[in-house]
């Protein structure tokens, strides 16, 4: 406090040629400077009016440091909002490398949410691809299936002829002599005619 009246004051032991009475001069303009300084902000204070600004001037810092605290509030993760909305989407099978790819990007909710879509889009595809591709098969194995229980009940029921003659094949007829064959020959047309031989 001594410091702060003496801002100014020189030190006698410094300048020796200094007066006192300037010093008291100084000391006492400095204290009446304070003073009024005082009284003002006395005065003030008593004001009513001053008192509404300063109320006043209270309210808003005390809006302003709430909108500052609700501002410096972190917002909530986007994969947490998404998650609100369709829990355990990517806790599915398969769906874990999206979501270690959608962790690497700065996404909002909306372009996770296309990029959920678009995951529920080619899964359905790819089932419905391969339900397709099934049914494709089973046609063909039915259709496999049919034509070898043909070819079985014709080489079970075509062993003889209706003359009680033997159904011959193409190895037996390829490895007959030629004697055999015209031996034959009239047995191997009439069965060739009737679609014996296989």
Known sequence: MQNQLFNGISSPA????????????????????????EQLVQQLSNNKQIQQLISACNETNKVNSNDAAQVKEPA?????????DKP???????RE???NYIKNFDMDKDEITKIADLVEVLENSAIESYLKKSAHDKTLNDENSAAKSKLTSYAQDAKF????N???????????SGDEFVKNEKLIMEQVRQGLIK
């Open 76 to 84: 909530e993760n986007p994969l947490d909002l998404f998650n609100k």
């Open 166 to 176: 033997k159904v011959f094949t193409r190895e037996e007829i390829g490895k007959m």
């Open 161 to 164: 002829d209706s003359n009680n």
């Open 97 to 99: 490398a999206v979501l």
């Open 14 to 37: 410094v300048t020796p040629e200094i007066n006192y009475q300037n010093i008291i001069t100084q000391l006492l303009m400095t204290l009446a400077a304070k003073a009024q300084k």
């Open 88 to 94: 355990g989407f990517f806790e599915q099978s398969g």
